[in-house]
């Protein structure tokens, strides 16, 4: 079912134009990803579905009905931005309460939904902590908790774990995939970062220039891309399918060695490109429960100490992080 579209939606800054005919939609329960360059207009564009601002032209609709200017606090949605926006004179408890007692809740009721959320987020132990307390990685869970506090019928993350470091970036990508799932939560993620799009996203929703330039799954946007900006910007990824989701892996995040270690897959070297710097190497997986081909870069120096050949059968290993 359609849960929101965005049709045609214009917006201009002076003579600036910020978002150029932009139409999608998003079903219920769906994870959505708008990805695109910094300065295309997502930011712009979450900000007219979270009502904080009106577009130009066109319209916003929520289960068919026109909420282009209807005001943030009667929309129910969840908003996270990538600053952690926490209160820093509340602890991680009163923090996730205070949307709650401006809904006149009962106190009972209040630290029952607290706790309910924190645990969701794993967090149940931090709840008496200050956010000067937290790691980047936990106040971002405190934000999402809060976020899902108050039982929002739409999420709307705006690049949520760009501020964090890779490891943490990926283990929170993961539990808040899962959580989505959990909840059912339709969510809209505004995000830079391709690997997390293609991991991430039920549907991504590409952006360039103010413009929409491609929509569909992520193998879809992967394996068809309409434009080359599209095939440029999303680049060589690999595949992977764990019990949960889909995993993109860049090829930068691949292992390689001659023989066979813990959790390493055989597979044999079908072509080897010069990328300047490093060397693109495209391997055959040779237990092929996973994807057919599978894409590994390696250093010049690397490259030159294995002395790697055509057809030779190495083991690779994807990096945890
Ligand atoms: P993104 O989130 O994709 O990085 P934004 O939506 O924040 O991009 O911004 C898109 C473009 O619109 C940028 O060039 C930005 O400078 C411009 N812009 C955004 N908000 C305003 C504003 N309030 N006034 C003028 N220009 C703006
Ligand atoms: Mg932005």
Redesign the pocket.
Known sequence: MEHLKVNGVYKN??E?T??EDVSFSVNKGEFVCLL????????????IIAGLDQPNKGSVMMNEKDITHLPPAKRNFGIVFQSYALFPNLTAFQNIAYGLKTRKMRKRSIRDKVYETLRQVNLEHIADRYPAQLSGGQQQRVALARALALSPDFLLL??PLSALDAKVRVELRNEMKRLQKQLGITTIM?T?DQEEALSMADKMVV?NN?ELVQAGSPQEVYEYPLTPFVSDFIGTVNFLEDAYSLRAIRPEHVELKKDLWENSIPVSIENMEFRGGFYRMMLKNKVNKQARYLFADVSAEEYKKEQYELGQTIYMKFQES
């Open positions: 800054f002076g600036f910020a978002l695109g360059p910094s300065g295309c207009g997502k930011t712009t564009l979450l900000r705006d690049e505004v830079h952006m103010a």
